[in-house]
């Protein structure tokens, strides 16, 4: 059964920072670039940043651009979301699935994991 299992988010402080974390079992995980998206409340599902099978290469959303960084552990069948410097705009559920601008399949979607930010 191919599954995703985000993990990580909660509640921090404007200028805090979580680590989220993304298991993913029931496919062959090295060979897919991954992504992590985001959707707040009455938006549309968006790209946070993208991360090429191997680790090698990562791209980002202009808006969390030096403040995000996705890492992957193939060994563990994990990918990672580092979010620093947390805005009061980053609020949302985070997801992750393979990367839709570079492979012709994604997963179904998982539950995500709650990220909110207030003081």
């Known amino acids: 059964e191919v599954q995703l299992v985000e993990s990580g988010g909660g509640l921090v402080q404007p200028g805090g920072s979580l680590r989220l974390s993304c298991a993913a079992s029931g496919f062959t995980f090295s060979t897919y670039d991954m992504s992590w998206y985001r959707q707040a409340p009455g938006k549309e599902r968006e790209l946070v940043g993208s991360?090429?099978?191997?680790?090698?290469?990562?791209h980002y959303d202009d808006s969390v651009k030096g403040r995000f960084t996705i890492s992957r552990d193939n060994a563990k069948n994990t990918v990672y979301l580092q979010m620093n410097s947390l805005k009061p705009e980053d609020p949302a559920v985070y997801y992750c699935n393979t990367d839709l601008d570079t492979t012709d399949w994604m997963a179904s979607w998982g539950q995500g994991t709650q990220v909110t930010v207030s003081s």
């Open positions: 991360i090429t099978s191997g680790g090698s290469s990562t």
